[in-house]
């Protein structure tokens, strides 16, 4: 069975810095990009960023891009996500991802989720 | 940035009635559109992929449609743990989400 755990959520100030993990298992996850998104309260999905299998690209969403890093430790099977510059608009659910390419496919969808990491970004 | 626009913002249906959500792709998406279902403080699942392809596991009541850029997710007979948000996604270019239907009771 696939799981995810994600960890490292917590309260902290406007300028302040976060790291969350995500822990796998149940599955190959050096054979899988990897994803994070976030939900901020009352609103929609958004996603973050993503790193490929070998950690050798990595892609993030406009708002975090230069804040943000996403890494890997496959021999660790974990996730992170390491957050600079918070911003009380990061404020959110962080829920880690794994990308899957179903066959027939040529895209990834996000077929496996943790429940997520709650990120507070307050004074 | 393409925009995936839902509709309707809430759903309110009994069990067994049929649930019809749409989603509409500002530009084309192509087929790389997925639903996801999302119950609160749990992990949303995939229930969709490529517009019309059921993830593994998912039950046959929910099915997925394209036309042009207009997408819907059809729930045959709602089922009691179906009640939550739904999610449109297109994988086109990068990710984004729709803003989400709410299908309540």
């Known amino acids: 069975e696939v799981q995810l755990v994600e960890s490292g959520g917590g309260l902290v100030q406007p300028g302040g810095s976060l790291r969350l993990s995500c822990a796998a298992s149940g599955f190959t996850f050096s054979s899988h990009w990897m994803t994070w998104v976030r939900q901020a309260p009352g609103k929609g999905l958004e996603w973050v960023a993503n790193?490929?299998?070998?950690?050798?690209?990595?892609y993030y969403v406009d708002s975090v891009r230069g804040r943000f890093s996403i890494f890997r430790d496959n021999a660790k099977k974990s996730l992170y996500l390491q957050m600079n510059s918070l911003r009380a608009e990061d404020t959110a659910v962080y829920h880690c991802?794994?990308?899957?390419?179903?066959?027939?496919?040529?895209?990834?969808?996000?077929?496996?989720w943790g429940q997520g990491t709650l990120v507070t970004v307050s004074s | 940035e393409i925009v995936l626009t839902q509709s309707p913002a809430t759903l309110s249906l009994f069990p067994g009635e049929r649930a019809t959500l749409s989603c509409r792709a500002s530009q084309s998406v192509s087929s790389y559109l997925a639903w996801y279902q999302h119950k609160p403080g749990q992990a949303p699942r995939l229930l969709i992929y490529?517009?019309?392809n059921r993830a593994t596991g998912i039950p046959a009541r929910f099915s997925g449609s394209r036309s042009g850029t207009d997408f819907t997710l059809t729930i045959s007979s709602l089922e009691p743990e179906d009640f939550a948000v739904y999610y449109c996604q297109q994988r086109s270019t990068w990710y984004t989400f729709g803003q989400g239907t709410k299908l309540e009771i």
């Open positions: 991802a794994r990308e899957f390419l179903y066959g027939g496919s040529s895209r990834t969808y996000f077929d496996d």
């Open positions: 490529d517009a019309s």
């Open positions: 790193i490929k299998e070998d950690g050798s690209e990595k």
